[in-house]
Every structure is written in C-alpha cells, then in structure tokens.
C-alpha cells in the first residue's frame, strides 16, 4: 500500500513534558532503537507504519519552557509525555499540557497524545487515572473552537511495551485528521475499546485470552490427573 499521506508525508510533532518524563528516551528510542541522552532540544525524523515524522522533543528543564510557546504553532500534533510513576509533580504537568496546548488557540484542532510512560515501574498510575486526572482539570468540549482530538494511552519506553501501539494509534488519528474524520474532545480508553472491536484488535486478544484461559485449565487438570494429558486436545 502507499503512502496515505502522499506529498504531505512530513508532519511537525512536538514532543512535550517535564523533565525526567521519558521524551528524550522515546525519540531516541523510535529513531535508534536504544535509549541516548541529550541536553536541550533535540529533533529527529522517524518512521512509523511507514509515514515519516518530523518530531521536535523540547527540554522539560524550566529555564526552556518559554521556548514552547515558539514551537506550538507550527506543530501538526502533540505527544505529551508524563511519568507515570511521579505522582507528585502529575498536576504540574498537566497544567502545562492545558496551558501551553489545550488552552492555546494555535494548537486548535491538532491531535494530542498524552503517554502514560514507565509503566514498568510498580505502583505507577495506570492511563486510566491520568485520564481521570486530566478530565478533572480540563472540560472537554466537542464543539469548541479550540477542539483538540486528544487521547491516553501507555506504555514503557524502557521495555518497550505498547510503544510501538500508541505511537501507531497516533498517526491513525493524525490520517484521520487529515481526511476530516477526526473526532475532536477526548477518546476516552472506553471508545477505544469500540474501535478496536470494530479493527478486530480486541477480538485477538479476547481470543488469545481464551486460549490462555484454556491452557490454564489443561494445566489444572493435568496436577488433579496426570493421565489426563494424553486426553486432552
């Protein structure tokens, strides 16, 4: 298939979030496959599902913040990076997300992600309570001029794990944003669920669970009768 960007393939993302958050690691991450450390502003083209990305990650450090307010109007999209596990600075860091995007009529109608990071650390804040988090501070009005298509999703950067998915999802609603299809307020973790019924994702992983749930039983009565193996199929 080609691609569905076409002559428009470049897209300006700006890689926001306080220091620490993880936007470094994810760039680096996405472009090189390990996790590197730079100072300041750093700026990466990346590939993903074969539309090319131009992102600019912005240093979380407060004597840069100034400089988002230069960079926020000519972004096409926002990934908004939060460390899961620092519960303490989780308002401050929405508050920014509100302030420098939502609240920003530059920003209007541009897809937002919000990555729920290190979710491999025990006890972290699942997307789930960041969304609950971010509904409580910010009203999200559909029919607002200052519309923004934003979603929740999580992962680890570390191990990797739905990296790969969100960043997937994100140029998905970055098409469907270029075709009108978007649909603007927040896609709660709950409509994406529906959507991925309607993609099939979630009838996989029903599917895996029930196999899962299968071998589990097999093991079970394996231990109550070890001759059973030889009936089970």
Known sequence: MGNQFGQYTKKDVLILGLDGAGKTALLSTLKMGN????TGTHYETIDVNGVSLSCLDLSGRNKERPMIHLSTPTAAAFIHVVDSSDKVRLDQSLDELIKFVLLEKKTSGTVVMVLANKQDIPGCMSA???????TLKYTF???????HTVF???CSVLTKEGMHEALGEFVEQMQ???SGHAKP?????????KVDDVHGSSGKLRKENQNDSVALS???AFFK?????????
């Open 128 to 134: 789930l309570e960041i969304q609950e988090a971010l």
């Open 35 to 38: 996790i590197l450390t730079f």
């Open 185 to 193: 307020g927040l896609l709660s973790l709950d409509e994406q669920n």
């Open 176 to 178: 469907l944003k270029r």
């Open 225 to 233: 009768n070890p001759f059973c193996l030889f009936q089970l199929k």
């Open 218 to 220: 097999k093991v079970k």
């Open 141 to 147: 009005s559909p029919n607002s001029s200052l519309a």
């Open 152 to 154: 929740v999703r999580q």
